[in-house]
């Protein structure tokens, strides 16, 4: 119906006649001319009517916000004076030779140009395809579809068979709550929605698949945090025969791909690694964003002995850790900011949040530091904290200590938030892996282990004994990807050994008759020649939020649920018919 | 772990070492060394081991069927004489120089060479990720991988978007039962899985979107036919602003590209079309099957007046239809075999099967006829018929005469089988439009009008009169392509204006309140300069299926369900906790 899109239409065109499509994104009536400025996926274009061909122009006059317009007319360079250098279109407009209404629109509840964004969540969310027909969420799901493409298009080169997994399925191990659906052929039992294809992606290389993708549907039924979404989205790739080495280097130059054909970005080659055990020490997090200049420094042995139980306690305790984390220029920081940080760190479980200021140490030395725990502290300590943190006059010097869990955590956020706060971030993109997981946590509450990541992921080949003599001290062969401190992608070698994976569920306290429940068709496929094989999923919402500098995944997602898991848009859930609650041998329980 | 797949050696590796990591396909001893078939997926190779390295000879004894092996080894021309000219590598063989044993395997329960297809479903699905090893198998799921592929590539170069649509959703109009899921945040409150995301495309044209594209995980609570799914996946496809013509254009090249691409055949371009009423009348079907050179023939003006009711009655009624079907050389079919046909065509409601064999009708005339019915025929009847169908000595013909529907169905189904049993099958792939459907169906039943396609597809523009005066005349704008007599694609122009959409509804006897309440969001979006647009969906396991000319559904999905819904791999549905009924204040219905 159209020769061109709107904001394809440049000085090139000049001269020619052209059929556009598109809604009324503005009008304007200057000089007894009309202005409109049509809108299609590809940008704008300033349609003029003027008043020689009346009745064109009268259907011109009742065109308003929204209206769906076929416009034919001749494209030509825009008076002198009125060239709008900020629209790619903005040296032409085109003469409006005819104009056919195609649909009239109602005038919208939201704005459709950049102050669309300030209306509450719920009215975008209930005028959904009004706000997306906003420029930004254009991009932005344009630049989803062309992640997608580009993941696809290197993995299919890479030999990656495109499988697809079933959605109506049994429970998934992944450990958080199923969504459930009742079988009607089946009265009183439910399929589950997959948490993740996990099991399905090992089945395929039980299978001898050797190499799969998915751009797959994932679902938990959490209570939503911030940003979960009840259905997400995760390229999930599984290999036969490969190393993990093997397996992340191609998963880097996958993100690097991506990042050059979307973003234009050169990525490092390769991405550092980290350790977890470094990653902790470091920087108190798994997920370290590098763009922050700042580490935790560990000063416990420091501590051992001074008369400053809040320091000396946590240094003596084999569970605790004491850490310093220099501010450089920190002296700026205000009482009213520290307290700030103070509450921040609190949010974490840190009980208080101790500090030194650095104001004039080269000059008056302990005299030139101020601070309410420098009186605890012996000469030798400070001198020795001082040396190592390498402060500098200005800086200000911040403690954490505790259960090493609480150190980490609390002054991990305090690094990030520091950073961000204080200006400190690096420009641009910083991926790093983080590699050697622990196989096992502690729980503390049920004294158990518990997986750090799932119960098939591989102990390393040469800490195989651990499992039996000390399991908190095997390592695994996961890794994590991170991206400027978000975890985009985790994977790991699989167990492919019936015996292995029935000792790690013994260790995880799931008892054979749970096992041959939950996951005896893998135990079982496991005996009938299982190839070594791992895998990697990378969460592709977040990846577009990143890459799009969206603040949400909702706004990457056609088509969000709230944080109440509803839709506004179309209204779901809702309520059912009782003949179909009947098909389905339920009843809606009454309230106790 | 290895430098190439076993498939791909041929004589130009001579001399290289390799390692290659499969599975032991077969082991034969003979004259005292061992040849190993050594499997992945890309073919087989043959391994050698010589008694000269016996540390790896004695491992290579332990090796048994599917046993996975890591072989290093030299490729060496085969001797003379034991070239195998059916197997691409079978100019060369591996001298094995090490083996590891990389898993060992129990003797799996199925043949995973050419016998492993006559196997029991029930076995092949149980021990799905064996079957999936058999080449066939995996030559059928590399065809569905590269089939998206294609058609990805193609319509990303066309400017079409991937976007993701909900899978959480309320229940979605296609008529067939919904799965549910309960929802926890909203107790007693369902969301339905979507039948298909017509809705959701049509919100994505009025978002602006202009082409839009999706693999699209589809769910039907069917009572499962033959060759039905509970999950099924199609091509999903919607533009705006473009005409059927264009429309059809674009998906006739999309479909030419995939098997000129996947199959290496070219396909007509452009292809056939015919109208509903034609396909109807021709071949008693909209899907016909072109490869069948039969045609129903209308003989019905010639037995308004005989006397014979089987004839004269539906010949007389405006509801029925009179037809012959000259099948060339059937004068060759046995009694028994016209018996048969007339069972088949019972199953589709019609009450016999007249025919005429014709078999001196050049020298004889009507005493070279043989049939029944003859004797009720007057000669100008008999005249017409031979004229009409141009029956030629050794000919048959056979005759419907019912209902329309009925006659349609019946003649039209034998009109196929015919085509089969006799070898009439035309060579290749015959692909063909059926356009011009009629917007409505009478429901005898019920006597209202039912959509032929779905209530949201467009009515000729220029028959929008219709819709009042009188409407089982008026067609629609949708479209279907038909392959080999398979519908694989269908879509339409939508309604893209607010008063159509309702009179539509108003016809279909939807009321305001229902139509609110199932599509309230729609008809609002509607007001909202909703532009004229349209789509297609194209069935992908059912081309895939007809593609790899394999004969169920089930053989090109990775884990289908059965006929009951359930999936004998994982052992889904299955019973869940009562914690997690009441969770979702949910309590199953104790029988009646």
Known sequence: MRTQYCGELNSR??????????????????????????????????????????????RA???????????????????????NPDLPTGEIEVLGLDLEILNVSETPPIQLDEHGADASEELRLRYRYLDLRRPEMQARLRTRSRVTQAMRYFLDAQGFLDIETPILTKSTPEGARDYLVPSRTHPGEFFALPQSPQLFKQLLMMSGMDRYYQIARCFRDEDLRADRQPEFTQLDIEV???TEDELMAIMETMIRTLFRDVQGV?????????????????????????RVPLELIDVGDLMTGVDFKVFAEPAQDPEGRVVALRLP???????????????????????????IKVNAWAEKGRE???????????????????????????????FGADKTTVVNESMGALRVRLGQDRGLLAEGWHPVWVVDFPMFERDAVNQR????????????????????????????????????????????????????????FKLLAITDEQAEDRFGFLLKALRFGCPPHGGIAFGLDR???????????????????????????????????????????LRIRLRA
């Open 368 to 398: 030139g530091l101020q601070s309410p725990i420098l009186k605890f502290l012996p000469d030798g300590a400070v001198d020795a904290i001082m040396a190592r943190t390498e402060a500098v006059d200005g800086d200000l010097i911040f």
């Open 449 to 504: 282990w518990v997986a750090l990541h799932h119960p098939f992921t591989a102990p390393k080949e040469e800490q195989l004994d651990l499992l039996q003599s000390d399991p908190g001290a095997c390592l695994s062969r996961a890794y994590d990807m991170v991206l400027n401190g978000t975890e985009i992608g985790g994977g790991s070698i699989r167990i492919h050994r019936d015996a292995v994976q029935r000792q790690v």
């Open 13 to 58: 065109h000049e001269g020619q006649e052209v059929v556009l499509c598109g809604w009324v994104h503005r009008r304007r009536d200057h000089g007894g001319v009309i202005f409109i400025d049509l809108r299609d996926r590809e940008g704008l274009v300033q349609i003029v009517f003027d008043p020689d061909r009346p009745e064109i122009f009268a």
């Open 543 to 585: 990846l577009v939020m990143l890459m799009t500098g969206a603040t949400s995944i909702r706004d990457v997602m056609a088509f969000p649920k709230t944080q109440s898991a509803a839709c506004l848009l179309t209204d779901a859930p809702s309520p059912v018919d009782e003949n179909q609650l009947k098909e389905l041998a």
């Open 329 to 355: 220029r920190g002296g700026e920081l205000s009482r009213k900011e520290i307290d700030g940080y103070t509450q921040f760190v609190g949010i974490y479980g840190a009980r208080g949040l101790a500090y």
């Open 266 to 290: 050169e990525l490092p080659d390769p991405f550092p690694r980290l350790t977890y055990a470094e990653a902790m020490r470091r920087f108190g997090s798994d997920r370290p964003d590098l």
């Open 61 to 83: 006059e009742q065109a308003r916000s929204e209206y769906v317009l076929k416009v034919t007319g001749r494209v030509r360079a825009r008076p002198a004076g009125t060239v």
């Open 240 to 242: 036969s025969f490969m």
